[in-house]
Structures are given as C-alpha cells and as structure tokens.
C-alpha cells in the first residue's frame, strides 16, 4: 500500500520543483524523474511501515488517512532532497516532525482512526521458574 503518490507531491510543491529535484540527465531539468520519485515513496512506505507495524495489522484495511498522506509527503520530500536538506531547513523540519508523529503512533499515544485492527501489546503474562536448593544457608555459614 502506498500512502501518497507522484501528483500528491506536484498538488503541493509544484512540477518545476519536482523536475529540479528529480532530473537529473537534461539539462536544463525538463521532466520528472518517475523512477527516482516512486523509489523516494517506497522508501518513505518502508519507514512509515517500520513504525506501523507495531501498532497495527499491515496492510491497513482502510483508505489512506489524510494525516498519513501528508506525513508520507514530507518524508518523501526529505528523501529526495537529500543531504541538501540541511539541519535547519523547513524540509527537514517536516520531517522530523513526521518522525516524532510516527514513534508516538508506534508508542500508541496517537491512534489512527480506522486504520484496522490494533495489535495488542505483548506479555502481561507470568513466568513461572524453578530454582535449585540452595548450596549455602545461614546453618551451613553460621560459624564464619
């Protein structure tokens, strides 16, 4: 399942931007890269995914929510800049901030509404072990 796609990135940064990013054999850049754009979502997929997981059943049985779509987008966005999304930059921003929004949905302090089944939390359960007669007791260690 893919939670954003190639025209959600041009609805919200624009074509040229797209190109600029992605062209990398014409120059000038004149057309996008589909093949560079869909490897930056699957990617972005796979890291939402990691998180996900380990809150809900994959994949979710519900359409995308909105919220997730716009999270995907930035986590692609960052992807494709790359290293020229400095520490500072706006893009880097959403993207840490999708990141921080995914651990909490991993955590389960943020849930997403009819995303499917919740996996439950493992353990809650009792270990029950045995140990051996002890070797030393205060009888056997009273005179030292």
Same mark, same amino acid.
Request: glycine share 8%.
């Given at each position: 399942?893919?939670?954003?796609?190639?025209? =959600?990135l041009?609805? /919200?940064?624009?074509?040229?931007?797209?190109?600029?990013?992605? =062209?990398?054999?014409n120059?000038?850049? *004149?057309?996008? =890269?589909? @093949? @560079?754009? @869909?490897?930056?979502?699957?990617?972005?997929?796979?890291?939402?995914?990691?998180?996900?997981?380990?809150?809900?059943?994959?994949?979710?049985?519900?359409?995308?929510?909105?919220v997730?779509?716009?999270?995907?987008?930035?986590? @692609?966005?960052?992807?494709?800049?790359?290293?020229?999304?400095?520490?500072? *930059?706006?893009?880097?921003?959403?993207?840490?901030?999708?990141?921080?929004?995914?651990? $909490?949905?991993?955590?389960g302090?943020?849930?997403?509404?009819? $995303?499917?089944e919740?996996?439950?939390?493992?353990?809650?359960?009792?270990?029950?072990?045995?140990?051996?007669? /002890?070797?030393?007791?205060?009888?056997?260690?009273? =005179?030292?």
């Amino acid at each position: 399942m893919t939670y954003c796609s190639q025209q =959600d990135l041009v609805d /919200r940064f624009g074509t040229t931007k797209l190109v600029q990013l992605t =062209d990398r054999v014409n120059k000038p850049a *004149s057309t996008i =890269d589909g @093949t @560079t754009v @869909t490897k930056r979502i699957e990617d972005a997929v796979s890291l939402i995914n990691s998180y996900l997981a380990k809150k809900y059943e994959l994949p979710l049985t519900v359409a995308v929510p909105e919220v997730l779509t716009t999270y995907a987008i930035n986590i @692609t966005w960052f992807l494709l800049h790359g290293e020229a999304a400095g520490k500072d *930059s706006p893009v880097r921003m959403a993207y840490d901030d999708a990141l921080r929004w995914l651990k $909490a949905v991993s955590q389960g302090s943020v849930v997403i509404e009819g $995303a499917g089944e919740i996996i439950a939390a493992a353990g809650g359960g009792q270990i029950k072990t045995s140990t051996p007669n /002890r070797v030393f007791t205060r009888d056997k260690l009273g =005179d030292f």
